[in-house]
């Protein structure tokens, strides 16, 4: 059962989850940015993520890469399937990227850099909300190659993905801030929060209520005994998390929010693959088709054993360094 | 007529572009990454305030270069996928396993040890500091091994077999990644990153001592950069010429473009300094050349027979033209930064180093020499493998993605504008940094903030205080 391409299937679901996560906060920084009141507010919202963001950028690397390597079949199907959102989600990556340093450069240039840093992150996290749905609804697969349209992406589903991942990463920005952040900024985050928290559990429930219309096979496994065993502690699971995350927001404490928003990105997470498995490309193309050779999968997997363990370390090293709520006066004296 | 080019011509202008901007900016961080870990280093052990100045000032212009070769080589991570999806699924299996090693050993690090080094002073001890400073230096050549090990094996693969569904997958891993080009190839290119960062810094110092003769970090910058030049530029032509025999024997197709051979010379070759290639008629015309030098420099032996391009098909031939012009360009550019590195030795044995204004402003004009060299080369070498990816294996044409044309076009269109404007404005910042050089910009009366926020500048570490996590 836990062959290579099923092992090397669990690592890039590692790695795109944790791509979601920690993107997921600093896109959400960029979300609410005009939201944030004042310049001050802005430019503390973006000093708490500026040291670790490209890192987290990395993990969207490792993904692609990864599927490049591991799956390369599913990486030449799924990427022309995908072209207009992908390169709409690089191209806005790149505007928000190079905002982090630019908005620094020079002050007359201040505010069309930030007006970038939110477009951009507003438009690759709904880009990266409409792959999902995309890929979720399934694609056109003909041979070895994908045979749609350079349109096919378009559909109320994928849309409406990419707005309920607007509102989810905005979720995760505001908590974020919520931690990170003193007076003004902290109430405002609170405020945001409890918006986006109500936003993204309603899309929670509208898109899993919408999945097992996409097709029957995704109904069956949850809706079929016995498999609903298994798959119960999902919903379950998420309304607690639902009420802690509710609970954290109106008592105000500050630690709660975040990390219950990751807990409800997880067992989303965790509900795509129960509704997928076991296909890379849903319904065309599974993770054993797709996978590359062993030789590949050998080679990787040894690099990927010893250095992901070392990474995960020394990325929460980092973390701890710039541990702690960022400085209200910090480079205003 | 202008012909309307077809969706494979536009993904490789496409690629073409996008790879160009990117490479640029690889090339400046390997270079300066090393630079700064040497100035860290120099000032730990001396304590002198010049290093530390000089660290500050090319860390801050390091930061924006870095990041600005992220966000253009996520681009490069998806582009494979998005136009060359052929090419992807028959190459994966090789090729993909070294672009993660690249990722797992390399972007991580520099990654996670990016944020220490920007703004973690204060924040950990000075050795710490210095550690993460060489981590990321580190981490620029690892990823330079690994995405030379990928280019070099598109070139001369070894070490794989083709599958059932037309796959190259992998026989042996250490033939795959030490390929015949490979060694030559991550030498020539590291040297070439060296040389262009080691360019940058003495032009910006020369610029800087042109306006103040005394001016100490300048000085310094200018000393050692030309150090580096006067050292590595021979260097470098050494391994270009090993580099050229090496793709000799394995791309001969290529070299007969770089050198404009159209015919064979059975009794030895000419060095054509200059010409214009008419596809045409298959001929050099105005060629200016020099008897039996080819031969000589590309067999050491003056009546050695070549072979030209007479012996080749026509639809096995790169474009000649944009290799053998781009080939000159690289020379060419060479071989004046060996000048300008012998010009500074005689300089600075007459200890006029830093007095003589026409020196400081050639290397002033020199100072972005390198990345034109870079470019050159690049064109030469991948231009001089088409029509080929995998060189002799997979076409060109047979390799990208099933997408129309309009699509092609439109996301060309889309990069074009997106990367005029990000990084037209990101070199501007970087030259205006440069220009205003490295002082305390918080004590300088005309900026814009009374002091910058940016965190790099802070000698007050953000955020200490209470622990809330």
Same mark, same amino acid.
């Given at each position: 059962m836990f062959d290579l391409p099923i092992i090397w299937a669990f690592i890039l679901a590692f790695a795109v989850f944790t791509y979601v996560v920690l993107d997921g906060f600093d896109l959400g920084i960029g979300i609410v940015f005009p939201l944030l009141g004042t310049d001050e507010n802005r430019a503390r919202a973006m000093n708490s993520v500026a040291p670790v963001w490209d890192g987290n950028e990395t993990w969207l690397i490792l993904g692609g890469g990864g599927l490049f390597a591991a799956f390369p079949l599913a990486y030449a199907v799924l990427m022309p399937a995908l072209y207009a959102p992908m390169i709409a989600m690089i191209l806005a990556l790149i505007f928000r990227g190079v905002a982090f340093e630019y908005r620094w450069r020079n002050p007359a240039h201040r505010s069309f850099w930030d007006r970038g840093f939110h477009l951009g992150s507003l438009a690759a996290t709904c880009a990266q909300g409409i792959v999902l749905g995309t890929i979720v609804q399934g694609i056109e697969v003909e041979g070895r190659s994908y045979s749609g349209g350079w349109w096919d992406w378009v559909s109320p589903f994928s849309v409406m993905c990419g707005i309920a991942l607007t509102a989810g990463y905005g979720l995760l920005g505001t908590t974020w801030l919520v931690l990170k952040s003193t007076g003004d900024l902290r109430e405002r985050a609170y405020v945001l929060a409890r918006i986006a928290a109500i936003a993204t559990l309603g899309f929670i429930g509208v898109v899993s209520l919408w999945m097992p219309f996409l097709s029957p096979e995704i109904a069956a496994r949850w809706f079929t005994f016995p498999q609903i065993v298994f798959v119960l502690p999902v919903p379950t699971l998420t309304t607690a998390l639902a009420a802690l995350l509710a609970w954290g927001l109106m008592t105000k404490?500050?630690?709660? %929010?975040f990390p219950a928003s990751i807990g409800l990105f997880g067992l989303c997470f965790a509900g795509l693959g129960i509704g997928l498995y076991p296909y890379i490309v849903p319904r065309a193309i599974s993770i054993q088709e797709a996978a590359a050779p062993d030789g590949s999968l050998q080679f990787m997997l040894i690099g990927a054993a010893i250095l992901l363990p070392m990474i995960l370390a020394y990325t929460a090293y980092s973390y701890w360094i710039f541990r702690g709520k960022i400085d209200p006066d910090a480079g205003y004296h | 007529m202008i012909e309307i080019p077809d969706a494979v011509t536009l993904a490789r202008v496409q690629f073409a572009f996008t790879i160009t901007f990117h490479i640029i900016f690889p090339a400046f961080s390997i270079g300066l990454a090393s630079y700064l870990l040497v100035l860290e280093t120099l000032w730990l052990r001396s304590g002198k305030a010049v290093y530390l100045n000089l660290f500050r000032f090319w860390m801050k212009i390091f930061a924006v270069a870095f990041g600005m070769g992220v966000v253009s080589g996520i681009a490069m991570s998806y582009q494979f996928g998005t136009n060359w999806s052929v090419f992807s699924d028959k190459a994966g299996p090789i090729i993909g396993p070294l672009m993660t090693y690249e990722v797992l050993t390399a972007f991580f690090m520099e990654a996670g040890f990016l944020g220490v080094m920007l703004f973690g002073m204060g924040r950990v001890s000075k050795s710490l500091h210095v550690i993460a400073t060489g981590i990321v230096a580190a981490g620029t050549l690892v990823s330079a091994f690994w995405i030379l090990a990928v280019n070099s094996w598109m070139h001369t693969p070894t070490g794989f077999s083709i599958n059932d569904a037309g796959q190259f997958v992998p026989v042996n891993w250490s033939a795959i990644v030490f390929n015949p080009s490979f060694p030559f190839r991550l030498v020539h290119m590291v040297l070439a990153a060296y040389l262009t960062t080691a360019l940058v810094v003495g032009g910006v110092g020369a610029f800087h001592l042109l306006r103040e003769r005394t001016n100490a970090e300048a000085r310094k910058m200018f000393s050692m950069a030309m150090w580096m030049v006067a050292i590595i530029a021979p260097v470098q032509v050494v391994a270009g010429d090993l580099h050229g025999l090496n793709t000799l024997e394995h791309q001969p197709v290529k070299v007969m473009a770089m050198e404009g051979h159209y015919e064979s010379y059975p009794q030895g070759a000419p060095l054509f300094l200059f010409g214009v290639p008419n596809e045409a008629e298959q001929r050099l015309d105005y060629a200016l050349g020099i008897p039996w030098l080819g031969s000589l420099i590309l067999h050491h032996d003056p009546d050695n027979p070549v072979k030209g391009l007479d012996s080749v098909p026509d639809e096995d031939q790169p474009p000649v033209a944009a290799v053998f012009f781009s080939f000159r360009i690289m020379v060419g550019i060479g071989l004046l930064i060996v000048l300008l590195g012998l010009s500074s030795l005689v300089l600075r044995r007459r200890r006029r180093l830093f007095e003589s204004p026409a020196f400081l402003r050639t290397a002033v004009a020199m100072g972005p020499s390198g990345f034109v060299a870079i470019v050159a080369g690049w064109v030469t070498t991948e231009v001089g493998r088409q029509p080929y990816t995998v060189y002799g294996l997979l076409l060109t044409a047979d390799s990208?993605? %099933?997408?129309d044309t309009p699509a092609v076009a439109a996301s060309l269109t889309a990069f074009v504008i997106v990367y005029l404007i990000v990084f037209g404005f990101g070199i501007w910042y970087l030259l205006r940094m440069m220009r205003r050089?490295?002082?305390?910009?918080?004590?300088? %009366? !005309?900026?814009?903030? %009374?002091? !910058?926020?940016?965190?790099?500048?802070?000698?007050q570490p953000p955020g200490v205080g209470d622990d809330h996590v």
């Open positions: 404490r500050d630690a709660v %929010p | 990208a993605s %099933p997408i050089g490295p002082v305390e910009t918080e004590s300088r %009366p !005309n900026e814009g903030q %009374p002091k !910058n926020l940016h965190s790099v500048l802070m000698t």
